[in-house]
């Protein structure tokens, strides 16, 4: 089984790094929106939370673009994505084109 990133458990939370502009700055705002539809706060976005996620942006499809973010970014294949997936899945969504507001 293949170990992803070190996780740290400490912090949960989406951390606001200020060092970063432009690209980076914009996946710290992608992230934080994952991580506030993250509604039961286990820390793993399950397709549910992905698709109220994927509307706030305003997809038209959310339900589809759940599954189809999903399947992009779950590395290890359990049906959710953890902290570790959780860039992966930002840069799938900033390459679609949300806007972020
Ligand atoms: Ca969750
Ligand atoms: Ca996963």
Do not use: W
């Not at 790094?17 to 690209?23: E, I, N, P, S, Y």
């Not at 929106?33 to 959310?62: C, H, I, W």
């Not at 590395?75 to 959780?86: P, T």
């Amino acid at each position: 089984m293949a170990s992803p990133k070190s996780v740290d458990k400490a912090c949960p939370r989406a951390v606001r790094t200020d060092k970063h502009a432009g690209v980076a700055a914009n996946e710290d705002l992608v992230k934080g929106v994952f991580n506030r539809y993250d509604t039961n706060k286990d820390g793993f976005l399950r397709k549910q939370e992905l698709k109220k996620a994927f509307a706030s942006l305003g997809s038209r499809m959310p339900r589809v673009r759940a599954s189809l973010a999903l399947r992009h970014a779950d590395v290890n294949g359990d049906g959710y994505i953890g902290q570790a997936e959780l860039d992966k899945l930002v840069k799938y969504t900033l390459k679609r084109g949300y806007k972020f507001k």
